[in-house]
């Protein structure tokens, strides 16, 4: 953006200096901007601001017209050379105070556009001019890292007294957009519902809505309410304590159910006496029983182990 030849002084003048450097001390790079620092041991690449007051606009036009026409990389000495010095920001003063402008692939971020009054238009959360200067000594940024999008999963609960809510709710979101903005920066990308928690006799269920389920610890700690199925449940009989919810089935690495091997715990035994009146009529049938081949099994869980003949 060119500057108005009725700016009565160009205030601040950014250029970002990008340097190689070889075990040197920082201090002997810049040491009128730069704190003293330890001895670096390792060479790397830095960035430093570098602000300047210039009185008028010929002077900014011939410091802009110097570093167009510099060469780099440009060597300072042996350990350090200037790869490239780029402005970044321009302050001119008006009539109402300042206002910074920023060049080429360089903007202000969101808060410093709200802060200090964006003098053009706002796009995706960013401006390229402000009607002020930064308190904190804050420059222009690069656009490509001011435009680095992060995306979160948001849990949000909701108190509500009537079920019949909660279908309104879940009628919503199915016939709502997909894509909100709720600021120039923050942009609602989807919405779904994943736990609904009523109460029940005794305490609470918390179901899962659809394509969502409890992992296996959680049906295994506050007991499944339906059946687990792939280590995982749909329904639960408390609210979790740590306010865990259902998770998505697309996205959550569901661990395995614990392997329990089953005990075998021996059966208890129980042994009867019973005393048993035969009535033969032949003695031959009671020698029989004295000839019997013991124990005797019944059935699986009743064996005759001895018969003795008393009277």
Same mark, same amino acid.
């Given at each position: ?42 060479? $790397? ?13 010929? &002077? ?39 206002? +910074?402008? +920023? ?9 410093? !556009?709200?802060?200090?009054?964006? +003098? ?8 390229? !001019? ?51 903005? =709720? ?11 994943? &736990?609904? !928690? ?21 049906? =295994?700690?506050? $007991? ?8 995982? !449940? $749909? ?21 395995? +159910?614990?392997? &329990? ?49 008393? &009277?």
């Amino acid at each position: 953006m060119a500057l108005s030849l009725k700016a009565l002084a160009i205030f601040v003048l950014l250029m970002t200096l990008l340097m190689l450097v070889t075990n040197l001390h920082e201090e002997h790079i810049l040491p009128h901007i730069r704190e003293k620092r330890n001895v670096l041991s390792y060479p $790397g690449t830095y960035a430093a601001n570098v602000f300047l007051n210039a009185s008028n606009v010929e &002077t900014y036009e011939e410091i802009l017209s110097t570093l167009n026409a510099t060469s780099y990389p440009l060597q300072i000495d042996n350990n350090t050379e200037i790869q490239d010095i780029t402005v970044t920001t321009v302050c001119v003063s008006t009539d109402n105070g300042f206002r +910074c402008e +920023c060049k080429e692939q360089f903007a202000w971020p969101y808060s410093t !556009c709200i802060t200090y009054g964006a +003098c053009d238009y706002m796009s995706s959360g960013i401006c390229k !001019c402000i009607s002020g200067i930064p308190a904190d000594g804050s420059t222009c940024q690069l656009i490509s890292e001011l435009l680095v999008e992060t995306e979160y999963v948001v849990a949000i609960e909701l108190n509500l007294t009537d079920i019949t809510t909660v279908d309104f709710l879940r009628t919503l979101l199915n016939n709502g957009s997909n894509f909100l903005t =709720l600021n120039p920066t923050v942009n609602v990308t989807q919405i779904g519902l994943t &736990t609904v !928690c009523s109460p029940s006799n005794p305490g609470y269920q918390c179901r899962c809505d659809d394509q969502y389920r409890w992992s296996c610890d959680q049906c =295994l700690r506050y $007991g499944s309410c339906d059946n687990i199925t792939d280590d995982t !449940c $749909g329904c639960i009989k408390s609210i979790p304590a740590d306010g865990q919810y259902c998770q998505s089935l697309d996205q959550y690495n569901f661990t395995s +159910c614990p392997t &329990t091997t089953p005990t075998s715990t021996p059966p208890l035994v129980y042994e009867y006496l019973i005393s048993i009146e035969v009535k033969a009529e032949d003695v031959t049938s009671v020698e029989e029983l004295r000839n019997i081949i013991y124990p005797i099994s019944i059935n699986s869980n009743t064996h005759i182990s001895e018969i003795n003949m008393s &009277t």
